[in-house]
């Protein structure tokens, strides 16, 4: 069935097997079974067994499916965002999209010429000059030796590694491979450009530059790309669409927001409570939560209510304590920060409870993180947690009407309007 015109790719019922510990199937039993089960036309016997890709337990077959029943569709000049946890199988599905390996069962369709970033070096023969692997993708892509020398000064000037061009690859550094291997890939402009998590590797200046040329390449709509990353802030400002992979599946596909929103809920397992027994110092933490105020941790905390931070806790160290939280958003940025340090009574001797509160429709509704710091009055950190809470804020119901909406940031803020 021809594929249609808009589509720039189509995977269709694509999985990915593998056999635990060993290369190939490890025994010549097993390649003499695969072998006679094809030789006859038949679908090969260990395609039938298996497990999922689930990293959390230990399983009991030596066959895994790296990806099951992976079906997807990406239109020309779309920007298709890839997320998951590591190991979820992200990388086995670019693999298979840039044709490093092949799938066991299924089929994979696209229009015009790849370009992938999946590994630093990726595509780079190491003895030949920085130049001279230009000319080399160039070729590989199908582009003549004219049409890659009129590019060759805009790739050089992008990657900045215009002192180095002549000199052989073997000898850059991991961060100039990856900035020559993205100008080459982005300036010699293939239909199909896939991008793995590798643009970590470059510095913030670099990762600016990329990310702003991804944006530009994903504008013009004239190529598709595909893009995995950790850095959700990338994902939400690059992508049209997105699709999470929970072990080697397809978990959710659709808006960015939502499926990155499915992700972070998904991954930090959104918790607004925890009996605690952290003890440093004299100071021990028994409980922290989040909620509406006057309501249980276990109801919906809402944008529209008043929201508070509550800590119980026994101390028993006279030198004044205060406490910090950081509070941080989707992106892990900390947007955020209070201390309880500007009134030293506040943390009394016993066992007590803290309370901070924050006006109703002070946070925007969202996924938001804190971090707990309990500081000695030295300035000495005794406890010290990232990511000890996680709280989920939902948007104002509808019946009471939305004043303000979804806005970009983490804050609303009603302030003095005069």
Not at 248 to 255: F, K, P, R, S, V
Not at 342 to 357: T, Y
Request: charged letters at 25%.
């Amino acid at each position: 069935m021809a594929m249609n015109e808009e589509l720039a790719l189509k995977v269709e019922d694509v999985s990915k097997q593998y056999r635990l510990g060993l290369l190939g199937t490890g025994t010549i039993s097993h390649d003499l079974n695969r072998w006679w089960h094809l030789a006859r036309g038949k679908e090969d016997p260990y395609l039938l067994i298996g497990e999922s890709n689930d990293r959390s337990t230990k399983g009991n077959s030596e066959y895994v499916w790296a990806l099951k029943d992976i079906n997807f569709e990406v239109k020309k000049g779309e920007v298709l965002g890839i997320v998951g946890k590591n190991g979820a199988g992200k990388s086995t599905l670019l693999k298979l999209l840039s044709n490093v390996t092949t799938p066991s069962t299924g089929k994979i369709t696209m229009k015009g010429r790849v370009a992938s970033l999946l590994e630093v070096g990726t595509g780079f023969h190491p003895e030949l000059t920085g130049k001279e692997n230009v000319f080399l993708n160039g070729a590989i892509l199908g582009m003549t030796r004219k049409e890659i020398a009129l590019k060759l000064q805009d790739i050089v000037e992008f990657s900045g590694c215009e002192r180095y061009v002549d000199t052989p690859v073997k000898r850059y550094s991991s961060g100039m491979k990856v900035r020559l291997a993205f100008a080459v890939a982005a300036f010699l402009e293939p239909e199909i450009l896939i991008v793995d998590e590798v643009l970590a590797v470059g510095d913030a200046e670099f990762q600016k530059k990329a990310i702003g040329k991804m944006k530009e390449v994903g504008q013009d709509g004239a190529r598709t790309v595909l893009f995995v990353s950790h850095n959700m802030a990338a994902v939400k400002s690059l992508c049209t669409r997105a699709i999470l992979l929970e072990n080697g599946e397809i978990a959710h596909e659709g808006n960015t927001d939502e499926v990155i929103n499915k992700y972070l809920v998904g991954s930090s397992n959104i918790e607004n409570y925890k009996k605690l027994n952290l003890e440093s110092s004299g100071f021990t933490l028994h409980e922290l939560g989040v909620r509406s105020s006057l309501k249980n941790c276990e109801d919906p905390i809402l944008a529209n209510e008043v929201i508070q931070v509550f800590f119980k806790y026994t101390n028993t160290n006279k030198n004044l304590l205060h406490v910090n939280l950081k509070f941080k958003g989707e992106d892990g940025e900390v947007f955020m920060s209070t201390s309880s340090g500007h009134d030293e009574s506040l943390i009394k001797l016993g066992e007590n409870e803290l309370i901070v509160s924050f006006p109703a429709n002070f946070f925007n509704d969202g996924n938001f993180y804190m971090d707990l710091l309990v500081v000695e009055k030295r300035k000495i950190k005794i406890i010290e947690e990232f990511d000890i809470l996680s709280f989920l804020i939902n948007p104002e119901p509808k019946e009471l009407g939305s004043w303000m909406g979804k806005e970009k940031g983490y804050i609303k803020g009603v302030f003095d309007w005069k």
